[in-house]
């Protein structure tokens, strides 16, 4: 049974840092692509950032890029993302995301990917 398990949200000031941390059990983890999504109240789920199988491949959404960093350690089957100088704009909750398939349909959105966390709330105060 597969399971990706989210850890890390919480309530923080603007301008604070998290770091969310995502453990992958039951598959291959460095076979598949990994991906950080979001979702805020009323909104779609959007792609945040994500991340080749091999990790040396990443991308980022232009909301986030240059204050958010992902990466992987793939021999503890966990993703991290790294998020500095939150603002206000990225309180939302946060899902993890699993596809075999290449990052690039990581890249289009959140249809079709293999597996999901149940996500981790993220509060940024102003």
């Known amino acids: 049974q597969v399971q990706l398990v989210e850890s890390g949200g919480g309530l923080v000031q603007a301008g604070d840092s998290l770091r969310l941390s995502c453990f992958a059990s039951?598959?291959?983890?460095?076979?598949?692509?990994m991906g950080w999504f979001r979702q805020a109240p009323v909104k779609e789920r959007d792609i945040v950032a994500c991340?080749?199988?091999?990790?040396?491949?990443?991308y980022y959404a232009d909301s986030v890029k240059g204050r958010f960093t992902i990466s992987r350690d793939n021999a503890k089957n966990t993703v991290y993302l790294q998020m500095d100088s939150l603002k206000s704009e990225d309180t939302a909750v946060y899902y993890c995301a699993a596809d075999a398939r290449t990052m690039q349909f990581m890249r289009q959105g959140p249809t079709g990917m293999d597996y999901w966390g149940k996500g981790t709330l993220v509060t940024v105060s102003s």
């Open positions: 039951g598959l291959t983890f460095s076979n598949y692509a």
């Open positions: 991340i080749s199988a091999s990790g040396r491949t990443t």
